[in-house]
């Protein structure tokens, strides 16, 4: 009989004590992956973020940072607005490459003009913009006409329908952008000669018109010129641009890489507590078993076993059960937190992107790696001591 | 084998109630018609159709649990797959539930059924499995 098959034989003849290890490595695989995929995907979520926008420095009505913020991370609809003329002051920076405009507008909620409820809208200059019009040029092959847009990965037209109804105007969506895991995700993006026109036809349409103050604007867009320093710009902001708060590309999000952070410490602290109690309990249910089997293992001696070869059954054992329940943990934890996802978006308030399949394998195989290595090291002490034992002091026994 | 049947009729109480309390139905929400009068989303006959699953997978963890011979056995795991193949397809492809993602059909209803149809094939492998690895009683 090989190793493999008296450990398996092993497993199989003590039920309850092997659904516990086995229960134990589950656990703590699948929690180890499903803290890090939610970390990791908060953290790629937010890096896509920086990357759609590709502004150096947003450039937001004084006081407004946070609003905007968690409108372009969570969707949440905002609106804020500061005079237009603040973009050529803001283009005429030393430094500054490009200063895009944009408005930020909110759909009605529960409204029989608007078919989506509570639509966060981005009205972009097509002139200036840098943040959609590069995908627009390569996925649609031209600029948005009046009347249409493009979506984030989460807008959809609703069922039955051709356009997506807004302040009672019929929206054509040309298309849908990659899936960022945040608000952005569930945006509507179009120009401002459409914006303006919703905002003309809901004066009759609507059942509240939609409001766009005159010579106003909600945020502006900075892209930097090659080797120009972004900190620098946003400082003169300050100086020459009345009642604005520059945001530096690192500084956006900042109260989000908090909350992530505090989320991180909180997981790894429950993750932390998880591990040295199923090591402590693993440690425990082996020293019972090798108490248990002390005959046993002293017959298997004197049958000619060595110290090694009882050493590497007993390892062998905890091996199997931590390579099968960190198997089942690690496929339950992916699919838990793959399926659960939107719920775990809006019940954290963190924007979530589910990582690639090549990264994906790579955290499997860290988690399957966690669950081998803890239990073979939980029960490595007890499986020594017992190997140590003399056949007959321990067949006396 | 009873550690299997009691997590299948676990799941089966599962698959039955969860959708009952995450409809829209439940959360008061329906399509209002023009006539004024309102229809239950698609979401509701979902959450109907998996009782019709939850009450044959009930019956179905009873029998795992008292089923000696292998065939029999063969038959209920064969089963008890089919049923966890179809609590997966009638809110995902054969009715749906509703599209926006604020909803809790789509964002509850739905994974807890697609998770727990994958628990039930799953479980019922697992189960014929060790029924296979098992010596069938002589008479």
Redesign the interface.
């Known amino acids: 009989m090989n190793l493999i098959r008296l450990a398996t034989k092993n497993i199989a003849g003590s039920a309850f004590r092997s659904g516990v290890v086995f229960l134990c490595a589950l656990v703590v695989a699948g929690l180890s992956l499903s803290t890090v995929l939610l970390i990791r995907g908060a953290q790629e979520s937010l890096r896509l973020a920086l990357e759609r926008l590709g502004a150096d420095v947003v450039v937001v009505p004084e006081g407004e940072s946070s609003r905007v913020e968690t409108a372009l991370l969570m969707g949440k609809p905002t609106t804020a607005w500061m005079p237009q003329e603040n973009v050529s002051k803001i283009a005429n920076i030393p430094g500054v490459a490009v200063a895009s405009p944009q408005l930020y507008l909110a759909s009605l909620a529960n409204a029989s003009c608007c078919s989506a409820s509570e639509l966060f809208m981005v009205a972009f200059d097509p002139k200036t913009d840098f943040t959609i019009e590069p995908w627009l040029k390569r996925k649609l092959g031209h600029e948005l006409r009046l009347g249409e847009a493009v979506g984030g990965h989460l807008v959809f037209v609703p069922e039955g329908e051709e356009n997506i109804k807004l302040y009672g105007y019929f929206i054509s969506l040309k298309g849908n952008l990659e899936p960022t895991g945040m608000g952005l995700d569930q945006t509507l993006f179009l120009t401002f000669d459409t914006a303006q026109d919703v905002a003309r036809i809901s004066r009759t349409r609507a059942e509240r018109p939609l409001e766009i103050p005159a010579n106003s604007i909600s945020a502006v867009m900075v892209k930097m010129k090659p080797g120009a320093d972004a900190h620098t710009a946003a400082l003169d902001i300050i100086q020459k641009v009345p009642n604005v708060t520059p945001i530096e590309s690192p500084e956006l999000f900042q109260a989000y890489r908090k909350q992530i952070t505090g989320l991180l410490r909180g997981m790894l602290a429950v993750l932390g507590i998880t591990l040295v109690l199923s090591l402590v309990l693993i440690s425990l249910i082996f020293s019972m078993a090798a108490n248990e089997r002390r005959r046993e293992i002293g017959v298997l001696r004197a049958l000619g076993a060595t110290r090694v070869a009882i050493l590497q059954s007993l390892l062998s054992e905890a091996a199997i059960l931590a390579l099968g329940g960190g198997a089942v943990g690690i496929v339950l934890g992916a699919l838990t937190t793959f399926l659960f996802r939107d719920l775990i978006v809006r019940s954290l308030e963190m924007p979530f992107l589910f990582p690639s399949l090549p990264s994906l394998l790579t955290l499997v195989g860290a988690g399957l790696i966690v669950a081998l290595a803890g239990v073979t090291l939980a029960a490595l002490l007890p499986a020594f001591r017992i190997s140590l034992q003399e056949p007959a002091i321990a067949m006396r026994e | 084998m009873k550690?299997v049947a009691a997590l299948i009729v676990i799941l089966a109480l599962v698959i039955g109630i969860v959708p009952q309390f995450t409809d829209c139905q439940s959360q008061g929400r329906a399509i209002a018609l023009q006539n004024g009068k309102t229809v239950p989303m698609k979401c509701h006959w979902t959450a109907i159709s998996e009782i019709a699953m939850a009450v044959p997978l009930v019956g179905l963890g009873a029998v795992t649990a008292v089923s000696k011979r292998k065939e029999s056995r063969r038959i209920v795991a064969g089963f008890g797959s089919l049923l966890g193949v179809f609590v997966i397809l009638l809110p995902n492809t054969l009715i749906g539930v509703c599209?926006s993602?604020?909803m809790l059909c789509?964002?509850?209803m739905?994974?807890t059924l697609?998770?727990a149809g994958?628990l039930v094939i799953g479980l019922s492998l697992v189960g014929l499995v060790i029924s296979e690895r098992k010596a069938e009683p002589t008479a």
């Open positions: 550690i599209a993602s604020d789509n964002s509850v739905k994974p697609t998770l994958i």
